[in-house]
T-cell receptor, first 110, second 113 residues
């Protein structure tokens, strides 16, 4: 079993729809990261969470430490949101290196 | 542009050849990480440096792989006697020791024919 599991693996939405991506982890962490990867490889950090909820524009990330679960929500989705969204966890005790989930490929159709 | 640069962006090589990739992190970042990503998968940790010291290596990093960060600034990742299974995107990231946020380069896509 992977230490970080994401669901769904693939998601197709119509423009304007609300999107939710889920992430569960099984190890102790210092922080949970949500990252975005566009075709061509570049990875961009969206959020880093250790508790509660963060919001940036149309993106919202939440984490429940007790349940070892996080969600990434995209409100009013747009075709430019099409990308792979990756959940990752880090631990200060492990040098802050990231352990990644498998990613969720999101396609938003106009 | 995150400030982390990798060179080359793409590398095509024949099986058995040696290849070397370079990563230039954000200048004040003392931690530098190498990851490998195969198609459709999340990245996997390979190794990381704090300044010039290599602090951890994954068991994924076979004897054919070596990484250096000689002056605590740029880093190189060399693969000797490449195999087709080495074909992947090689990603570099950097951070400050006290910060957990990583900044990624655009990666080097390696294809071994």
């Amino acid at each position: 079993k992977n230490e970080v599991e994401q669901s769904p693996q693939n998601l197709t939405a119509q423009e304007g729809e609300f999107i939710t991506i889920n992430c569960s982890y099984s190890v102790g962490i210092s922080a949970l990261h949500w990252l975005q990867q566009h075709p061509g490889g570049g990875i961009v950090s969206l959020f880093m969470l250790s508790s509660g909820k963060k919001k940036h524009g149309r993106l919202i990330a939440t984490i429940n430490i007790q349940e070892k679960h996080s969600s990434l929500h995209i409100t009013a989705s747009h075709p430019r949101d099409s990308a792979v969204y990756i959940c990752a966890v880090s631990s200060r005790a492990a040098g802050n290196k990231l352990t990644f989930g498998g990613g969720t490929r999101v396609l938003v159709k106009p | 542009d995150t400030g982390v640069s990798q060179d080359p962006r793409h590398k095509i090589t024949k099986r058995g050849q040696n290849v070397t990739f370079r990563c230039d992190p954000i200048s004040e970042h003392n931690r530098l990480y190498w990851y490998r990503q195969t198609l459709g998968q999340g990245p996997e940790f390979l190794t990381y440096f704090q300044n010039e010291a290599q602090l951890e290596k994954s068991r994924l990093l076979s004897d054919r792989f070596s990484a250096e960060r000689p002056k605590g600034s740029f880093s190189t990742l060399e693969i000797q006697r490449t195999e087709q299974g080495d074909s992947a995107m090689y990603l570099c990231a950097s951070s400050l020791v006290r910060a957990e946020k990583l900044f990624f380069g655009s990666g080097t896509q390696l294809s071994v024919l």
